[in-house]
């Protein structure tokens, strides 16, 4: 996994914006063909499904963290839109969007996690591609919980400004 990594890195390193661009194709459906030969060079074989969707987020927006989790990531997508926790009887917007990530199934989460790396990228907030890889390959109620951890921390001020990365 770390030679996707490595080589994602280098290709960010060099400004390959065709490389990116043809990743990002394996978003569509209908285009995913486009990402195949890449993918190949990248080591990922095209039935990977976990790594390919992992280096298509990548390429849509290469910014990394390597702390934290994707909890962590949508916790400060929520705090970068100045939304204070809601109450019991009403959620944030972007905590109705985390607890629908949470409850979909495994097929549901590459639409999902697409609309919050795209958020992550207008709020200017890093993610950990290498943890989201390891998560959606072992996606259940242990990653589910780790990410609503770091989601829901108590004691965590509203106003923190997404700092805790």
Known sequence: MSYLFENLRSYKEKNDRGVFANLRCYLVPSKRQKAWPVLNHL????DDTDSAFTAAWYATYPEESLSGNFGTVCRCI???????????????????????LLASEKRELPARITRFILAAKSAGIPVNYEQLRKDISRWGDRVKTEWASEFWIPGIPSDDGGENI
């Open 78 to 100: 929520g705090k970068s839109r100045n939304e204070n926790k809601g109450s019991d009887d009403k959620l944030s917007p972007t905590e109705r969007r985390f607890q629908q």
């Open 43 to 46: 080591n990922v074989a095209i």
